[in-house]
Each structure stands twice: as C-alpha cells, then as structure tokens.
C-alpha cells in the first residue's frame, strides 16, 4: 500500500472521526496551504486540527505563530525570556503564570531538553494521508483520536508485539510539543515508539473535550495498515465501536 492507500484505510475501515495527518519537510509552501499569515499571531493546535479535518497546513520560519509554536517546531532556539518563571510560578510581560511546574529551574531544564541542534530552515507540511503524492513520504503521522479510537489504534499497534509495554510513551508537554517536538525527537534518536499527547491544559480548550493525539513514525503506521485484515478490526466487537463512534460525532470545518 502507498501512503495515500494507507490514510484511506484507516480513515474509513478503521471508522476514524478524523483524517489520520502526515508530516515531512518541504522546500516550498504548497500552493493553497493553510497557514499563518506571519509571527505572533496564533496558537498552532487549532491550524494542525484542521489539517485533520482535510486541509493542508504549511509553517515555515516566516509563519510560526506564537513564540512556542516557534521554538517546539525547531524555528527558534528560545521560547522568550522568561519562559521558566511563566511556566512555575512568576508572572511575565503582563501574562498571568501557568503554575505547571513547581519551580522556574525546573521549567528552564525541561524547555532546554527541546532546543534545537540547528535552526528548522525548511516549510513543516501537515496534510492528510490521503492526500500524499507518490514523491512524498510522511516522517511522522499524528492521529487526532477520542477514547474509543484510542483505544484501537493502540491495541493495533499492539497486535504483533503484544508483550511490548514502551511503545506508548506520555507525561508532560506542550500541546505542540506533543504532537511534533517529542515524536520527532524520538525518531531522530532511532526510536519507534508513538507519544499520546495534548494533555496540556491550556491547549485542552482550543481542541473538542473528548479528543486527545498520538503522533507516530510513519513505518509503525504502515504496519498498522497492512494488519488490519486479520486484527480485531474484522469482529463484531470492533464493528459496534466503530458504529457507536460514527454516530455520535458530528464533524464541521468551522469547529
């Protein structure tokens, strides 16, 4: 199966609410992308969001967003000064402290464990599988899943290694940070493992309440697709979550 293949398969065999996204790294903005009009201007969830609603999404050093969105996607090697007391406990610049992090040294070592080695100089593209062309191949593939989804795509991820306990890997983190920062870190270093993310409470409110990510190599995603004929995909169990899951949710572009 090419990549486009892969993305409609589990898009509707699977019964998933959302197109699963794939990532890579362009030289050029791909005409008709979605994206920020400059710096500063806006939290990167929602636009990523809507990559997985159908739209083509593009970033590039020019058309960041907000500082953090800057910095977790690798095109700035700070978030701003300040940053750890923001996070802990100390106001900044007129912005009321997070408190996610007892203590501003503690903040400083997290956000440092995410500089970048280089500056991103290329465009980051999110767009749906199924909208792959044969030239492009996805790094990484973020999958925006409600429980019931969540469920089976980790229990998919689980069916020919079922003894793994590390392929799932979760804790503290931007809500772009786990999406793109963590996952593609964990791929750089050689690691294939799927980060479960968007537990960032200030992220929380720009997304639907019951709908969280896992982000993932492209290779485990693959492996995914090419078992879903002989997974619990095919019983009856998996066909009354799958019907449950289609009849509650209602999906708008304007969401």
Known sequence: MNTKEIGFRLKNEFGLNYYPIGVY??????????????????????????????????????????????????????IFEGIENFLSDGNVRGRTAERFVKTPGQAKEFVNSFVPEKINQKVTVFKPLEEFLDSEVPELVVFFANPDEMSGLIFLMHYNVPESDNLVVTGFNSGCGSIFTKPMKLIREGHRKAVWGMHDIAARLRLPADVMTLAMPYSMVAEMAANLDTSFMITECWGKIKKRNRDVVNISDDQ
């Open 25 to 78: 790294f362009a030289d050029n903005v791909p005409e008709g992308a979605k994206r920020f009009t400059g710096k500063g201007n806006g939290c990167i969830v929602p636009l990523i969001f809507s990559s997985a609603k159908g739209k083509v999404v593009a970033i590039d050093k020019d058309s960041t967003g907000w500082n953090c969105s800057a910095f977790y996607l690798g095109y700035q090697d700070w």
